[in-house]
């Protein structure tokens, strides 16, 4: 089943901006349908549903138990290491002005 979708609505749908929906268009990329809507000429785009599985975002795989052991002690060091360096920046700051 095809839905109707108007430019502007494919190109949020698809992340893309109008002009680059406009081109893939106007290059035969897209199939495209103009309607006449209250004296102006819309053009929409035939979206068939199967395009809608191609940009959902595959599941993310689990880690297993052993790639995800962390070493808090060191990440913890490494973090307070940076905070002093930092924290002194930030002393030597506040005392010049």
């Given at each position: 089943?095809?839905?109707?979708?108007?430019?502007?609505?494919?190109?949020?749908?698809?992340?893309?901006?109008?002009?680059?929906?406009?081109?893939k268009t106007?290059?035969?990329?897209l199939q495209?349908?103009?309607?006449?809507?209250?004296?102006?000429?819309?053009?929409?785009?035939?979206?068939?549903?199967?395009?809608?599985?191609?940009?959902?975002?595959?599941?993310?795989?689990?880690a297993s138990?052993?790639?995800?052991?962390?070493?808090?002690?060191?990440?913890?060091?490494?973090?307070?290491?940076?905070?002093?360096?930092?924290?002194?920046?930030?002393?030597?700051?506040?005392?010049?002005?």
């Amino acid at each position: 089943m095809e839905e109707l979708l108007t430019i502007q609505k494919y190109a949020s749908l698809y992340r893309l901006s109008t002009h680059t929906v406009i081109k893939k268009t106007m290059n035969g990329e897209l199939q495209t349908v103009v309607k006449e809507e209250n004296g102006k000429e819309v053009t929409y785009i035939l979206n068939p549903k199967t395009q809608k599985s191609a940009i959902e975002v595959p599941p993310v795989e689990k880690a297993s138990d052993e790639e995800c052991t962390i070493d808090y002690q060191k990440a913890y060091e490494d973090l307070n290491k940076e905070y002093l360096i930092l924290k002194t920046k930030y002393d030597k700051l506040l005392q010049h002005q």
